[in-house]
């Protein structure tokens, strides 16, 4: 397509969520559409739809803003086509699904900048999408989802839990995915969820998780998952990755549980014998959130490829987690001070680097800004935008 034509959309779809219930507009005018014009579509979704109306925007946007990185797009859209799977979606849902979102488009953008010629070209631009994710829900000969058992689950803070499971049968995931999952204590309700260590053929699977008091999910995956309960995985997304053949060091900037891809890739670059250079900015507001460390100092006193940089915001733990902080192992690097975007930034553009970030939609924003600040090439940097 071409290049006017992806502005014009672009542009269209950035006047829809600049205002702040923008999205939550938009989202709501999909689905009031769908529902009523596709039968039965209501049932596939939970009864509370804050987190999912908020996570269709974000993909909505994560896809418009990338339309001329036609592989990522498709890629995106393939693996978001076999996650919906899990609900009961079939194909013809998803063209159903292009009609309602063009009609939130239209209803949604404002009157002045909405013409016959834009109509068209977002209907172009639905028309390709919803097929790519058509075809690929059709394709798609994977399980729907995965059964797993609880084997482990550790309270490493009062809001913090490290969860081990094992699977029913090994699910095809990268180190760097995230999964979809859902407990019997929240029947209906999916919350995504980053592995933490790399694939093997047992189908053990970690989960790190972080209580978000705003949370339908969080609250009860940290405070009442028990050992021998059953979960239902979802098919593996994203696409955070090393690209190991194109020759780039490597920059890992994580905050709190967004650790845990980052923690998944350096793991399994651990079992290999050559590998580029990896800077890793771990951060957090206390010493305390830096809740894995120790890990990956482990990690890298045995592989010098490895760099940890502790970024912390206070010096020293809050009243309610009364232990000195952790001193660094000889010849590693002692905590530095500051935001974690900005102190990432201090070292220079890294364009020369292959960039990965993860952390609350909030840290990347400001690290995205402080990096772009600092001169960092945005195609450099990734992240996973649910």
Not at 83 to 108: I, M, N, S, T
Not at 121 to 138: F, H, K, Q, Y
Not at 337 to 353: E, M
Request: charged fraction near 20%; glycine fraction near 8%; include cysteine.
């Amino acid at each position: 397509m071409e290049a006017f034509a992806i502005a014009r959309v672009q542009l269209s779809f950035a006047s829809i969520t600049a205002t702040p219930t923008g999205p939550e507009r938009f989202a709501t005018a999909f689905y009031t559409t769908l529902w009523a014009e596709a039968a039965g579509t209501r049932d596939l979704f939970p009864a509370g739809m804050e987190g999912m109306r908020h996570r269709f925007t974000t993909a909505v946007g994560w896809v418009i803003n990338r339309l001329t990185d036609v592989d990522a797009v498709e890629a995106f859209l393939g693996q978001l086509a076999r996650d919906h799977r899990k609900y009961g979606v079939r194909p013809d849902h998803f063209r159903a699904a292009g009609h309602a979102l063009l009609v939130a488009v239209r209803e949604c953008t404002p009157l002045i900048l909405w013409t016959a010629a834009l109509e068209r070209t977002w209907s172009r631009v639905i028309g390709r999408l919803v097929e790519a994710m058509a075809v690929a829900c059709e394709e798609d000969d994977l399980p729907a989802s995965w059964g797993a058992t609880v084997v482990g689950h550790e309270r490493v803070l009062p809001d913090l839990a490290i969860i081990r499971l094992e699977t029913d049968s090994p699910i095809p995931f990268h180190a760097g995915q995230y999964m979809s999952v859902q407990i019997p204590q929240r029947p209906n309700m999916w919350r995504y969820l980053s592995a933490a260590i790399p694939p093997n053929p047992h189908g053990q699977i970690e989960f790190h998780v972080r209580r978000v008091s705003t949370g339908w999910v969080s609250p009860a995956l940290v405070g009442e998952v028990s050992v021998g309960d059953r979960w239902t995985i979802g098919p593996p997304l994203g696409g955070l990755a090393v690209d190991l053949e194109s020759g780039q060091d490597a920059l890992m900037i994580a905050s709190g549980t967004g650790l845990a891809p980052m923690r998944a890739q350096i793991m399994e670059m651990a079992m290999r014998g050559n590998n580029p250079r990896v800077h890793l900015f771990y951060g957090g507001q206390y010493p305390c959130d830096l809740y894995d460390l120790e890990t990956l100092w482990h990690i890298a006193m045995t592989n010098p490829w490895l760099t940890i940089v502790p970024v912390i915001e206070q010096p020293e733990n809050p009243w309610w987690h009364p232990f000195p902080p952790k001193e660094a192992p000889p010849g590693l690097n002692r905590p530095m001070y500051g935001k974690l975007g900005k102190v990432a930034a201090q070292f220079g553009t890294w364009a020369d680097r292959q960039i990965q970030i993860a952390g609350s939609p909030s840290m990347i924003r400001t690290t995205l800004y402080a990096l772009s600040a600092a001169g960092t090439p945005r195609q450099n940097i990734r992240f996973d935008p649910l």
